[in-house]
């Protein structure tokens, strides 16, 4: 399997641990990452509310390179594969073509529309499949309970995305299990982390947070695992402003989705990056009995 590989921003940064898990990962399973260092940033949260033509003209070149290259998309942010999936949807749209096609056009670049766009949970749920997956699997996650937290984007609009409901998903929870770990059902697992707002109303964002992490806590999570960056960053680094909302210690660990699926295929903390987590992963580690805690 070859994929044209889109880490988006924060992968790039601050959540260098995802990139690193990914490519463990994906050598792992036989997935071949193309990279592109000249696709740019999906845009959402600024350029999109500011200019959405542009926004989607700024997507339609990323889609645009990867068409060239006859290859399809493979990100690891809900985020990014909504804007990207978006600018599909929008090109569908007579008078969004004219204006994409006239602004690529301008820098020398055509995009036909033939570019599809796969996060990293669907490849491992739908191509390596999850019996591929648990067939790989050399470190079973016995004893270590895991609350799937899917956000916001990643299911919806359903209406546009339709691969699985928005209200009652189970394709995280198949593979938890397929590594070997049991799956938490909580309602928050669907729900926002307040990212969207942790620039404008901190405490509010914090909050929203907190409250997600404490559903998953009160129905037994030992961890929670997150297909979504930014839904990390608001779970992990800002857990301990969480905290201080809801008045009380949280302490649960995070792990970004192919870290969770590396530990069961054999890496090590250090190669999964999780020594970087603000929170640390050490209890859910010691769950699994079989991985050295870093020191």
């Known amino acids: 399997m070859k994929l044209a590989y889109y880490p988006g921003c924060?992968?790039?940064?601050?959540?260098?641990?995802?990139?690193?898990?990914?490519?463990?990962?994906?050598?792992?399973?036989?997935?071949?990452?193309v990279d592109f260092p000249n696709f740019s940033c999906c845009g959402s949260g600024f350029i999109d509310e500011a200019n959405p033509t542009l926004n989607v003209a700024l997507n339609a070149r990323n889609l645009a390179i990867a068409e060239k290259a006859g290859l399809d998309v493979l990100t690891v942010c809900s985020t990014c594969q909504g804007m990207l999936a978006l600018a599909n949807q929008r090109l569908t749209e007579p008078k969004m073509r004219e204006r994409v096609d006239a602004a690529l056009g301008q820098i020398?670049?055509?995009?036909?529309?033939?570019?599809?766009v796969t996060h990293l949970l669907k490849?491992?749920?739908?191509?390596?499949g999850v019996a591929g997956v648990k067939q790989r699997v050399v470190r079973p996650l016995t004893g270590l309970n895991v609350g799937a937290f899917y956000?916001?984007?990643l299911l919806r609009p359903s209406d546009k995305i339709g691969s699985e409901s928005a209200?009652?998903?189970?394709?995280?929870?198949?593979?938890?299990?397929?590594?070997?770990?049991t799956p938490i059902l909580y309602r928050g697992r669907v729900m926002c982390c307040g990212f969207p707002i942790l620039f404008v109303k901190e405490p509010t964002a914090n909050r929203i947070a907190g409250r997600q992490l404490d559903d998953a806590k009160a129905h037994g999570a030992h961890a929670l695992a997150t297909p979504c960056p930014l839904c990390h960053i608001s779970l992990d680094a800002y857990q301990n402003k969480a905290e201080k909302e809801v008045g009380h210690s949280?302490?649960?660990p995070l792990f970004h989705l192919p870290q969770l699926v590396g530990l069961a295929l054999g890496a090590s903390a250090e190669e999964l990056g999780l020594p970087r987590?603000?929170?640390s992963t050490d209890s859910a580690l010691q769950k699994i009995g079989s991985v050295?805690?870093?020191a």
């Open 108 to 116: 020398g670049m055509r995009y036909s529309g033939n570019t599809k």
């Open 151 to 153: 956000g916001c984007h």
């Open 167 to 181: 209200e009652e998903p189970h394709s995280f929870e198949d593979l938890i299990a397929a590594l070997g770990a």
């Open 250 to 252: 949280i302490d649960l």
């Open 10 to 33: 924060v992968a790039q940064e601050s959540g260098k641990e995802l990139d690193l898990a990914t490519r463990w990962v994906a050598k792992k399973l036989d997935i071949e990452l």
């Open 123 to 128: 490849v491992l749920v739908d191509s390596v």
């Open 277 to 279: 987590h603000l929170v």
């Open 292 to 294: 050295a805690v870093p």
